[in-house]
């Protein structure tokens, strides 16, 4: 099966890239901020990835083509809804296992650039936390604290943008996949996250999003990298995208 035209012919969302899709089906799609990897209730199908009915306990959308049955896309892995970047789909409901397998054994190398307010202090560049999420009618909401699971974050690499404000542009990869994880973790830090309505400076995100007209998340996920293994085989795995928020 040809799985790379397929993956261009599915009915994305708005704004959704088919950035790459290997020989047995694993494909990585580039979401806008706002569009989310799932509906999480009824009336949200529309701003979801695909433009069609998603089941929550399999975990897979299912696309009709044709008068056949329909095709399964499988989601692999989520992103906020306000994050823009990478996420990975599977055409092939046999690769489900595998990957998820090779997220276990933190085979899945992803990472982010986040554009912040201000400057990180220099130190250790291992973050270290823990988290805590409370579930409400009104959604997620996560919190660092005792008690809560450990997430780690490794910062790679800084980058000055000079203002007012001054801002910087952090590449940042995740060493586990917690609740709004690197939202959190630098708003704790003293360096929110331009655009973050949740755990952002308010102020200023008002402030930005008038100067400069940026009044999303900027969060993105620039790169993703896996190995799994499928028929035996041992495969490799590589997606890349551009993080454009402002011109430096």
């Given at each position: 099966m040809d799985y790379s035209s397929l993956a261009k012919s599915l009915p994305w969302?708005?704004?959704?890239?088919?950035?790459?899709?290997?020989?047995?089906?694993?494909?990585?799609?580039?979401?806008?901020?706002?569009?989310?990897?799932?509906?999480?209730?009824?009336?949200?199908?529309?701003?979801?990835?695909?433009?069609?009915?998603?089941?929550?306990?399999?975990?897979?959308?299912?696309?009709?083509?044709?008068?056949?049955?329909?095709?399964?896309?499988?989601?692999?892995?989520r992103l906020d809804g306000?994050?823009?970047?990478?996420v990975l789909l599977s055409l092939n409901r046999d690769l489900r296992d595998p990957v998820l397998k090779a997220f276990e054994l933190k085979k899945v190398r992803k990472t982010y650039e986040a554009l912040v307010f201000g400057m990180p202090r220099r130190g250790a560049p291992l973050w270290k936390d823990r988290l805590k999420v409370t579930k409400s009618e009104g959604g997620v909401r996560a919190s660092a604290g005792g008690g809560g699971l450990g997430a780690e974050t490794k910062l790679v690499g800084v980058k000055p943008i000079p203002g007012p404000p001054l801002l910087s542009l952090l590449t940042l990869m995740p060493l586990t996949g917690r609740t709004?994880?690197?939202?959190?973790?630098?708003?704790?830090?003293g360096?929110?996250?331009?655009?973050?309505?949740?755990?952002?400076?308010?102020?200023?995100n008002k402030q930005i999003a008038k100067a400069r007209g940026l009044k999303q998340l900027c969060l993105h996920c620039v790169k993703v990298e896996l190995e799994y293994i499928h028929r035996g085989r041992k495969n490799s795995f590589k997606a890349s995208s551009a993080a454009v928020f402002i011109q430096a």
């Open positions: 969302a708005k704004g959704v890239r088919v950035v790459v899709c290997d020989a047995n089906g694993l494909l990585a799609v580039e979401k806008p901020s706002g569009v989310m990897s799932h509906p999480n209730k009824r009336g949200e199908e529309r701003r979801a990835l695909l433009n069609a009915p998603y089941d929550m306990d399999a975990e897979v959308f299912r696309v009709s083509i044709g008068e056949g049955d329909p095709i399964e896309v499988t989601l692999l892995n306000a994050t823009s970047g990478l709004h994880q690197l939202r959190i973790q630098t708003s704790k830090r360096i929110p996250i331009v655009g973050d309505r949740t755990y952002g400076d308010f102020q200023k």
